[in-house]
């Protein structure tokens, strides 16, 4: 049994879902940047905004695991004692 399968029926579907995905708000910001590297970066047609909110995005996702490790760094502790002395649950049942 041959399947047809609909192409521009898939593709506007596709844009469809695309165009329903959210994307996150933006809100226009000001910035200090020094004058010869926003020079350069506009040289070589970089998107200034883009890499800043991708940095930033990246900069504050590691600080906020650094915040949690440091705020939970007890309880990962307390829990990596209990499992050297009693191993892990249900240990005698694992099969590799």
């Known amino acids: 049994m041959r399947m047809e399968i609909d192409m521009p029926a898939v593709q506007s579907?596709?844009?469809n879902l695309a165009a329903s995905v959210r994307r996150p708000?933006?809100?226009?910001?000001?910035?200090?940047?020094?004058?010869?590297?926003?020079?350069a970066?506009?040289?070589?047609q970089i998107n200034v905004s883009q890499v800043c909110d991708s940095f930033?995005?990246?900069?504050?996702r590691r600080e906020?695991?650094?915040r949690w490790?440091?705020?939970?760094?007890?309880f990962v502790?307390?829990?990596?004692?209990?499992i050297a002395t009693e191993?892990?649950?249900?240990?005698?049942?694992r099969t590799f």
């Open 13 to 15: 579907k596709i844009k």
């Open 25 to 39: 708000a933006k809100r226009a910001t000001n910035l200090s940047l020094s004058v010869d590297v926003l020079d």
């Open 41 to 44: 970066a506009k040289s070589l």
């Open 56 to 60: 930033l995005r990246d900069l504050v």
């Open 64 to 66: 906020q695991e650094r």
């Open 69 to 74: 490790r440091d705020e939970h760094a007890d």
């Open 77 to 82: 502790e307390a829990y990596n004692a209990v």
């Open 87 to 93: 191993g892990l649950p249900l240990d005698e049942w």
